[in-house]
Nanobody, 126 residues
């Protein structure tokens, strides 16, 4: 059984930083792309960033470009999202997703992921 657990969320002032972590167990972590997504109540889940199974390719949606950095450690089965220069509009529940298929580069489409954690709340105060 695949388990996905996010951590690292919290309250931060605008301009501050947070690092989110995502640990995946019970599966072959190293052969799946992983992604970070965020969601506001009543809104659709949106892609923030993703990283390929090898860690060699990553991409970001426009809000995070230049401010967020995604990385993964396939030995620790953990993925990270470093968020700098945070803005109030970054406030959301952040989710980690593991790709439904193996050996892919990844995407920002939530429908491509079928393993999800419970989320970690990020709140940025102005």
């Amino acid at each position: 059984q695949v388990q996905v657990v996010e951590s690292g969320g919290g309250l931060v002032q605008a301009g501050g930083s947070l690092r989110l972590s995502c640990t995946v167990s019970g599966s072959t972590f190293g052969n799946r792309a992983l992604g970070w997504f965020r969601q506001l109540p009543g809104k659709e889940r949106e892609g923030v960033s993703y990283i390929s199974w090898s860690g060699g390719f990553s991409d970001y949606s426009d809000p995070g470009k230049g401010r967020f950095t995604i990385s993964r450690d396939n030995v620790k089965n953990t993925m990270y999202l470093q968020m700098n220069s945070q803005k109030p509009e970054d406030t959301a529940m952040y989710y980690c997703g593991a790709d439904a298929q193996v050996w892919r580069l990844g995407s920002l489409r939530p429908s491509d992921y079928n393993y999800w954690g419970q989320g970690t709340q990020v709140t940025v105060s102005s």
